[in-house]
């Protein structure tokens, strides 16, 4: 591949928070080597916290590998400095400064409701008064977009104080954050470890979150690397997990557990949520069917020794509102205030 072929695949990645002017428009792309097969791209960022600078890591080298580059490489210079230095990208947490209690939803297997409980818990916390925001750490499947219909926007960044942080969206009364509003529709980034783990801590320490009294972390699907790196990097109070009462289930929310309890971790979980406790079919509101098995959240919570904090029931206006964009948590049915007693008892064990 030539020079010119690589800038063209790259004339693709657009700086959001840029009028989504193209990288290569920006002249942002400082160096272009070609060795062989071999493609090293270093991209050039005027300041040392674009916070987006991971997303635009990922974004090119998904260009370049979509141009048919196989493994492309793809570095960072600071321009600002006289003499560039590498990998000049530094966190803190001075963004979370305000921020009184940071929650994680976790769960140790995928598909149990974890974002579904995250969401529909901020905007019944939001309901009962308090300031709330929430972050998608799922940078591999984000799914805060659709649930919130807040797909397609695009947050601006802002600089303060001489740093640049993304300003999180606002929609029923909760700000929102997710890497979802940085990738094309149905485009997955291609991401390694360490980059997921830095775009996603973009997410959480490059956000303008403001004064909250709560904020949510949707954590990933697992119990990874990924995981262990975002628990030590970000100052999280303590955890929810969500399960299913599935007795198979209680493997994995022991997972989900001892991660949280490890020694090097050591943060508290603050309680147990049981999604799809029962099914409840929406011609018949009253009835319940233990449909994967009764108290099952209760037997765990107990063999866990922690505290079971909600449950959650089955039924299909928690998934269409959630396909919708419109979390059940706002409405008006029973299972609405299964979230806002979640969120009371949550918002009562923390003061
Ligand atoms: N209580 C419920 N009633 C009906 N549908 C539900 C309920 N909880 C979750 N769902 C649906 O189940 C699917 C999976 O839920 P969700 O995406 O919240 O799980 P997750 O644990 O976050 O998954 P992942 O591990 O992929 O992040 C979604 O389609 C959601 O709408
Ligand atoms: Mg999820």
Same mark, same amino acid.
């Given at each position: 591949?030539?020079?010119?072929?690589?800038? /063209?695949? *790259?004339?693709? &990645? $657009? @700086?959001?928070?840029?009028?989504? =002017?193209?990288?290569?428009?920006? #002249?942002?792309?400082?160096?272009?080597?070609?060795?062989?097969?071999?493609?090293?791209?270093?991209?050039?960022?005027?300041?040392?916290?674009?916070?987006?600078?991971?997303?635009?890591?990922?974004?090119?080298?998904?260009?370049?590998?979509?141009?048919?580059?196989?493994?492309?490489?793809?570095?960072?210079?600071?321009?600002?400095?006289?003499?560039?230095?590498?990998?000049?990208?530094?966190?803190?947490? /001075?963004? *979370?400064?305000? &921020? $009184? @209690?940071?929650?994680?939803?976790? =769960?140790?297997?995928?598909?149990? #409701?974890?974002?579904?409980?995250?969401?529909?818990?901020?905007?019944?916390?939001?309901?009962?008064?308090?300031?709330?925001?929430?972050?998608?750490?799922?940078?591999?499947?984000?799914?805060?977009?659709?649930?919130?219909?807040?797909?397609?926007?695009?947050?601006?960044?802002?600089?303060?104080?001489?740093?640049?942080?993304?300003?999180?969206?606002?929609?029923?009364?909760?700000?929102?954050?997710?890497?979802?509003?940085?990738?094309?529709?149905?485009?997955?980034?291609?991401?390694?470890?360490?980059?997921?783990?830095?775009?996603?801590?973009?997410?959480?320490?490059?956000?303008?979150?403001?004064?909250?009294?709560?904020?949510?972390?949707?954590?990933?699907?697992?119990?990874?690397?990924?995981?262990?790196?975002?628990?030590?990097?970000?100052?999280?109070?303590?955890?929810?997990?969500?399960?299913?009462?599935?007795?198979?289930?209680?493997?994995?929310?022991?997972?989900?557990?001892?991660?949280?309890?490890?020694?090097?971790?050591?943060?508290?979980?603050?309680?147990?949520?049981?999604?799809?406790?029962?099914?409840?079919?929406?011609?018949?509101?009253?009835?319940?069917?233990?449909?994967?098995?009764?108290?099952?959240?209760?037997?765990?919570?107990?063999?866990?020794?922690?505290?079971?904090?909600?449950?959650?029931?089955?039924?299909?206006?928690?998934?269409?509102?959630?396909?919708?964009?419109?979390?059940?948590?706002?409405?008006?049915?029973?299972?609405?205030?299964?979230?806002?007693?979640?969120?009371?008892?949550?918002?009562?064990?923390?003061?």
């Amino acid at each position: 591949m030539t020079e010119k072929e690589i800038l /063209e695949l *790259l004339s693709q &990645v $657009r @700086h959001p928070a840029r009028g989504d =002017s193209s990288v290569v428009e920006l #002249g942002m792309v400082n160096k272009v080597e070609i060795n062989g097969d071999g493609v090293t791209v270093t991209l050039g960022f005027p300041k040392r916290r674009d916070p987006l600078a991971e997303y635009l890591i990922g974004a090119t080298r998904a260009a370049l590998i979509r141009g048919g580059v196989k493994d492309p490489k793809v570095e960072t210079v600071v321009l600002e400095d006289a003499a560039p230095k590498k990998k000049g990208l530094e966190f803190d947490t /001075e963004c *979370l400064r305000n &921020v $009184r @209690h940071i929650i994680g939803v976790a =769960s140790g297997k995928g598909g149990v #409701g974890k974002s579904t409980v995250a969401v529909n818990l901020a905007c019944a916390l939001a309901r009962l008064g308090h300031k709330v925001g929430l972050a998608d750490a799922d940078v591999y499947g984000p799914s805060v977009p659709l649930m919130t219909g807040t797909e397609g926007a695009q947050p601006l960044a802002e600089e303060i104080d001489g740093r640049e942080l993304i300003i999180p969206l606002e929609k029923y009364g909760v700000k929102w954050m997710s890497i979802g509003y940085f990738a094309e529709r149905g485009q997955a980034l291609i991401w390694r470890g360490p980059m997921a783990s830095n775009a996603l801590k973009q997410m959480i320490l490059q956000v303008k979150w403001g004064e909250l009294d709560f904020l949510l972390v949707d954590m990933p699907p697992g119990t990874g690397d990924i995981h262990i790196s975002l628990l030590q990097e970000i100052p999280m109070e303590g955890a929810l997990l969500v399960t299913t009462p599935q007795e198979v289930a209680l493997a994995d929310v022991e997972k989900g557990a001892s991660m949280f309890r490890n020694k090097s971790i050591n943060r508290p979980i603050f309680g147990l949520v049981e999604n799809m406790a029962w099914f409840t079919p929406a011609e018949h509101p009253d009835e319940k069917y233990y449909i994967f098995g009764r108290d099952g959240g209760a037997r765990m919570a107990e063999d866990l020794g922690i505290e079971l904090l909600g449950r959650i029931p089955l039924v299909q206006g928690i998934r269409e509102s959630g396909d919708a964009g419109e979390p059940a948590a706002l409405g008006t049915r029973p299972d609405a205030q299964a979230f806002l007693d979640l969120a009371g008892k949550l918002a009562a064990k923390l003061g």
